[in-house]
């Protein structure tokens, strides 16, 4: 490429009509305009902004270098196959704006990969900062506070972009996996960006089998929005799992984490975080929605048979700040809580029927149920209070024979997969006989859109692995 650049320019400089005609001088104008640079290591460089439609091709590798940004009423198409490299210096970043889209359409053969520029066996945690959506969704803050985490540019969420699309499309990510993100790029807290960040992102959007491994903050985060989501995997992060912010209201199925005993992160690492913000009271200026996601068939695993001294993995679901998620038939293991309901709000939601927990099991906890910031909550605007609540009411409405909740204190009842703690090469289908399997311990899903019926527990049945052929457990060791 280099080589038809210093040609065309010869050719320019030349200016003679016999060798440079005028159509060709324009060709070649166009030429060196669009010409691809690229690292010592051949592969393309992505900066800055990309103001035009773009394709990046299986046959190309490619390189984010600082933040790139996909502008406004563009699109970034990006070809089955096609591995695009973080760069650790300048913590290279993708952001979709909001009005821009990402087609990223692998297959199960030929996922496309976001990953670490470091070579095989150095790559870690943090090494870039990650793929963020950002869209015109609704989120329940004021409009001018809806700025993306770490600094990003821009403004987030319908009310920002001339009013909130509830079925904004930004793009696709199908056969996706992300690795050894969330980099910290600024010196102040929360600064951190996540492995796939969505900001209002709207249920118009396609987010589908994703995998985030080895990120340095939460694998996945959605700040408002009503994206749905399906197969989706957290591998061996450092904070959460799944955290839900600011009103997010979508629909989430299959999905499966898998913990690392020796990486958890300063700021406690739960599977689910859900919350609306601090302090997630209501005030007559907090907006609307409420978080209120449903998640269905879900599994976290974690090993917590020889967690390291001063570990700080919390709570397989920390429930805190008004949210109103509901979650049914999934299993949560190994976290020191399996589920903290926080809050007398949050409580309260559970009592008035807006936060469901069903098929629910809590298996190998230190304890099952906890509770936090018990007492009497009030605000202006209705519902103007929230009484104090207690750990046996808690308990006597988790336990309730509707909910067909367990909470299991060991392993071996559940017959799990010899290999489900595999960090490697885990296998996550329950063996034959498992409760897990059994169809009445499971609810009836509720009718919303994206959720398809499955009468067993967790993020797997007995037969069907949905990861085989696309996802990686040891990206460390594998060669781009």
């Not at 102040?188 to 796939?196: A, R, Y």
């Not at 690392?260 to 007559?284: L, Q, V």
């Not at 906890?365 to 509770?371: D, P, R």
Request: proline letters at 4%.
């Amino acid at each position: 490429m280099k080589s038809i650049r210093f040609l065309s320019l010869a050719c320019l400089l030349s200016l003679t009509l016999a060798a440079c005609t005028k159509e060709k001088i324009v060709e070649v104008i166009k030429e060196v305009a669009t010409a691809e640079r690229t690292d010592a290591q051949g592969r393309v460089i992505l900066e800055g902004n990309i103001s035009s439609n773009r394709t990046l091709v299986a046959t190309k590798k490619y390189i984010l270098k600082d933040k790139v940004y996909v502008k406004n009423g563009f699109t970034l198409t990006i070809e089955p196959g096609t591995v695009i490299f973080g760069e650790k210096a300048s913590a290279g970043t993708l952001i979709i704006e909001p009005g821009a889209k990402i087609m990223a359409e692998g297959t199960s053969s030929r996922p496309i990969v976001f990953t670490s520029a470091q070579v095989k066996g150095s790559r870690a945690h943090g090494d870039w900062g990650g793929v963020v959506l950002m869209g015109k969704g609704a989120a329940n803050r004021p409009s001018a506070t809806l700025r993306p985490e770490g600094g990003l540019a821009g403004l987030y969420g319908g009310s920002n972009h001339g009013g909130v699309v509830d079925a904004d499309n930004s793009g696709t990510l199908k056969y996706v996996r992300i690795e050894f993100a969330g980099v910290q790029l600024t010196t102040t807290s929360d600064s951190e960006i996540n492995g796939l960040t969505m900001y209002a992102v709207g249920k118009g959007t396609t987010i589908e089998y994703v995998q985030v491994s080895h990120c340095g903050d939460d694998s996945f985060e959605w700040f408002g929005g009503n994206v749905n989501a399906k197969y989706l995997i957290a591998h061996r992060g450092t904070d959460d799992d799944f955290d839900t912010d600011f009103g997010y209201s979508g629909n989430v199925q299959f999905a499966v984490s898998l913990r690392d005993p020796n990486r958890s992160d300063a700021s406690t690492s739960n599977g689910f975080e859900s919350d609306n913000y601090n302090p997630g009271t209501i005030t007559a200026t907090d907006g609307n929605p409420k978080t209120m996601p449903n998640f269905a068939n879900v599994s976290v695993f974690l090993d917590n048979a020889n967690l390291p001294v001063g570990n700080l993995y919390g709570s397989s679901m920390h429930l805190r700040r008004n949210t109103s998620l509901s979650c049914y038939n999934s299993v949560f293991v190994g976290n020191k809580n399996g589920l903290l309901v926080d809050g007398a709000y949050t409580y309260q939601n559970g009592v008035n029927n807006t936060l469901k927990l069903q098929g629910i099991h809590l298996v190998n906890n230190t304890k099952s149920i906890e509770v936090a910031n018990t007492t009497a909550q009030s605000t202006t605007t209705p519902p103007s209070s929230a009484p104090a609540f207690t750990l046996a009411e808690v308990e006597t409405w988790f336990d309730n024979a509707t909910n067909k909740n367990g909470r299991a204190t060991t392993l071996a009842n559940m017959l799990l997969n010899a290999n489900t703690f595999n960090l490697t090469a885990p296998n996550f289908r329950p063996q034959a006989g498992s409760p897990l399997l059994v169809s009445t311990n499971a609810v009836t899903l509720p009718t919303v859109t994206g959720f398809t019926q499955a009468n067993y527990i967790g993020a797997f049945d007995g037969t069907t692995d949905w990861t085989s052929g696309w996802a990686n457990f040891d990206p460390q060791n594998t060669d781009y």
